[in-house]
């Protein structure tokens, strides 16, 4: 036998011989076609007999060994019980080694200090409260660990652990890049599956990244070095910090308040989460830098970027995920892995905004909605587990329908939002959706709007008396007070909602339109921008915010949210609003543009129009299709052709059928100014929602110098 070959001898020796009897053929058979001179040794060495056999605890190694800078050598024996085999690496603070336990006959994973935190206290404890950790979880995605060993003579402490083959996450994504969701789903539910495991137990990882997560051969993951990272002390910049801080963890993983020196907990796992499903999807994490400094300053001062793969947008229900998860704010992320999982199964495009989310898990939920805590509302409640919970569940009903944007989904809201108060009467969140839904019916169903806006007000007066902190009762209130034309209550109520809820993604887009309504634009699309930024996913916010910009003039920045919307929306209830507004944009650029570039635009506004007409489909007026294609041909300055639709506006107009802005409008680009004034009067007596925006509509500037029009607005304070 080669000396030289003994060390991978003995080594593949030991591994089949601490197999059971039918797996150890399988072995051989998979050495034999890796190596067959080595398989065959393996072979004769089962086969003889133990007085026959080489000394199996001699040393493995060569020699004279290569110089080398790990701190043990194949062969070494520590607590006269586990044989050196092979180096696997190395953390921050220990590396880790194959060893062979003689007492046990089987191979584990060594894990030592390294010579240079032998003398620091922090890194011994760090040891002990990983194995401490690991005794606290027990589950198959989490590493089992064995046993700790005091520092003897010159070898430092150590424990055992299970030896994992196969590779980490990290060394499979630089190998094969970044993987397909459908690839990743396995992974990632086993990695969900640990990590609640862990969080059950009240354990925080702490450093959550590929490298700590193995992937076995037998298709198991496995998460690693629970409790070998610390909290942050703060110093007094990041650099010092960082550097003061070695068994932190990793800067690209790290949550912004964990870099702050705040105590690590399960958002900050969730925010590590959100950066490794970043990279495992994309190849890239969100915030690297130069330096770990950099790395770390990006993570604090910039939003997250949303993931794309080669060019694209990732599903939607995985980008959600991820943006949720690495939302700066801890109280903006899921509240657990469980919220994770759920949301995830909610699927796309319907995907819960987390101003609407709430998992009921029973009475020790603590899952937040609308900024009021579960475990608040249940507790002042007096209702049992059981009826806050179906309470909880109508209300969540009621939120998803009144996102389908049609009458028909917001009466069946109604239902749901009535059902959930009955439960629990002083349900305020539900009284405050239940007003956002009669304000839709009151604009869905023009005949019946005082009888939705008087319910709408009493609910909204309703939900702040009873819950005076709750953020979506006084925007629901501003909405009621916008309708009725009070427009400094409505300003103020806002306000009061956006100080108790800044982070209040609708309501910043319903000021946005108040503010609009004065022409103050620049303050407007400011709270515009802020609600795409924390809610990208609103719904109804493409279609909302373009007609915004759009209506301050800023008609490219209309396409760009409206275009978008168009594709990714294409059904009724779903982007008839948005395509609406997108072919009033195209209309009003051809308006503004000469010769072919003004007829291309005309053009898009008609196709777009003609989409309308056919999603209509025949229903009974009111027909936006027949308004559109009468102040599209107005504006090309082609009557004739536009005639017979406005014949069937006026038509639908006469019985109260048709918005008066629709009507006003084509007068007012064919320059029938009397009769455009004469059409808006009346919508000052009825508080015509359509009137909102008359002082910056475009298709009205003809009408600005009218003395009548100024009247019309000077009455409506704007």
């Not at 921050?92 to 003398?119: H, M, N, S, T, W």
Request: glycine fraction near 6%; hydrophobic fraction near 45%.
């Amino acid at each position: 036998m080669n000396p030289e070959q003994w060390p991978a001898i003995k080594s593949a020796f030991l591994e089949a011989y601490s197999l059971p009897a039918e797996e150890q053929e399988k072995f051989l058979v998979n050495l034999q076609q890796q190596n067959a001179e080595l398989a065959h040794a393996v072979r004769e060495l089962l086969e003889v007999s133990a007085e026959d056999s080489p000394n199996l605890h001699r040393p493995c190694w060569l020699p004279d060994p290569p110089p080398t800078e790990h701190m043990l050598q194949p062969g070494a024996c520590l607590a006269t019980r586990f044989e050196i085999t092979h180096y696997l690496g190395a953390g921050g603070a220990a590396e880790v080694y194959r060893a062979f336990d003689r007492q046990q006959g089987e191979f584990v994973a060594l894990k030592i200090l390294r010579r240079e935190c032998i003398p620091d206290h922090t890194a011994l404890l760090l040891l002990h409260n990983e194995l401490h950790t690991a005794r606290l979880v027990t589950h198959v995605n989490v590493c089992r660990l064995h046993e700790f060993y005091p520092a003897l003579g010159d070898v430092g402490p150590f424990l055992t652990m299970e030896l994992l083959n196969g590779q980490t996450l990290q060394e499979r994504l630089a190998k094969q890049g970044p993987l397909a969701p459908d690839q990743a789903q396995p992974l990632v539910t086993q990695i969900f599956d640990g990590l609640e495991a862990a969080h059950r137990q009240g354990v925080i990882h702490r450093d959550l990244k590929p490298g700590n997560i193995m992937l076995t051969e037998a298709s198991r993951v496995v998460l690693m070095d629970f409790g070998l990272a610390r909290d942050v002390k703060r110093a007094s910049d990041l650099a010092t910090t960082l550097s003061e801080n070695r068994f932190a963890g990793t800067p690209a993983y790290m949550a912004p308040e964990q870099l702050k020196g705040e105590p690590a907990t399960i958002a900050s796992d969730l925010h590590a989460l959100g950066v490794l499903l970043f990279e495992l999807f994309t190849g890239k994490r969100p915030f690297d830098g130069a330096s770990p400094v950099e790395t770390a300053a990006r993570r604090l001062h910039e939003q997250s970027p949303r993931p794309r793969v080669n060019g694209q947008f990732l599903e939607r229900r995985w980008e959600r995920i991820i943006q949720l998860c690495l939302a700066s704010d801890p109280q903006a992320r899921p509240a657990s892995v469980e919220i994770v999982r759920k949301l995830l199964a909610a699927g796309a495009p319907l995907l819960w905004g987390r101003r609407n989310l709430v998992f009921a898990l029973g009475s020790g939920a603590t899952a937040c909605l609308g900024g009021v805590a579960w475990e608040n509302w249940a507790a002042t409640s007096g209702a049992t587990a059981e009826t806050q919970t179906a309470a909880f569940d109508h209300f969540l009903r009621g939120s998803k329908l009144l996102e389908e944007f049609s009458p028909a989904s917001a009466r069946a809201a109604t239902n749901e939002f009535q059902r959930a108060i009955q439960l629990h009467p002083r349900f305020a969140l539900a009284m405050a959706g239940l007003a956002d839904a009669h304000l839709y019916l009151k604009n869905a169903e023009p005949h019946n709007a005082p009888t939705h806006l008087a319910a709408a007000g009493r609910l909204a007066q309703q939900a702040v008396q009873t819950e005076p902190t709750l953020a979506e009762g006084h925007t629901s209130l501003a909405a009621v007070y916008q309708a009725e034309w009070k427009w400094q209550q409505a300003e103020l109520s806002y306000r009061d909602a956006l100080r108790l809820k800044p982070k209040a993604a609708k309501t910043h887009r319903w000021f946005c339109g108040l503010l609009l309504q004065f022409g103050r634009n620049d303050e407007a699309l400011s709270h515009a921008q802020r609600a795409l930024e924390l809610d990208p996913y609103d719904r109804a916010a493409p279609a909302t915010i373009g007609l915004y910009y759009f209506l301050a003039g800023q008609n490219q920045r209309a396409l760009d949210l409206l275009e978008p919307a168009v594709r990714d929306l294409d059904s009724v209830g779903k982007s008839g609003a948005a395509r609406f507004n997108l072919a009033q944009v195209y209309a009003r650029m051809g308006q503004l543009a000469v010769g072919t570039t003004a007829q291309n635009y005309f053009e898009a506004a008609l196709r777009q129009t003609a989409i309308i007409m056919s999603l209509e489909g025949g229903r009974p007026a009111p027909s936006l299709g027949d308004a559109l294609y009468a102040l599209i041909h107005s504006l090309r300055g082609d009557l004739p052709q536009a005639e017979p639709y406005f014949a069937r506006v006026l038509a639908s107009h006469a019985k109260g059928q048709e918005p008066i802005i629709c009507v006003a409008w084509v007068y007012a680009v064919q320059h029938k100014l009397d009769e455009a004034v004469a059409i808006l009067e009346p919508g000052l007596v009825s508080h015509d929602p359509t009137l909102l925006y008359i002082k910056v509509v475009p298709f009205l500037e003809n009408l600005r110098p009218h003395a009548g029009f100024q009247s019309i607005l000077q009455r409506l304070a704007l």
